[in-house]
């Protein structure tokens, strides 16, 4: 399985970014499919995953902000970000879970900045 990552870019605190990860295979057969943010001298931390049968979880700081989806075509999934804030700026990458291998994609920088 390959991820890929794109939506990155720039917003302002307040804003709106939508995140898409591209699968080389429908995510219906992944485990596990989601978001996870790097920010500089940070450890890697959760942001939102969706399992096998459409279960979701998201990281404490995100909750109610973020929602992950599956999108269509079946090997797509998106995160929405709204009311970004500057902590959410961060590199983040896409992770799958498949048959025992956690699989990464590389990664797409979000700034938030005003």
């Known amino acids: 399985v390959q991820l890929q990552a794109s939506g990155g870019g720039s917003a302002q605190p307040g804003g709106s970014l939508r995140l898409t990860c591209a699968a080389s295979?429908?995510?219906?057969?992944?485990?596990?499919i989601g978001w996870y943010r790097q920010a500089p001298g940070k450890q890697r931390e959760l942001v939102a995953s969706i399992g096998r049968g459409g279960t979701t979880n998201y990281g404490d700081s995100v909750k109610g902000r973020f929602t992950i989806s599956r999108g269509t075509p079946k090997n797509t999934m998106h995160l929405q970000m709204n009311s970004l804030k500057p902590e959410d700026t961060a590199v983040y990458y896409c992770?799958?879970?498949?048959?025992?291998?956690?699989?990464w994609g590389q990664g797409t920088l979000v700034t938030v900045s005003s």
């Open positions: 992770k799958a879970d498949f048959v025992g291998l956690d699989i």
């Open positions: 295979r429908s995510i219906d057969g992944l485990d596990a």
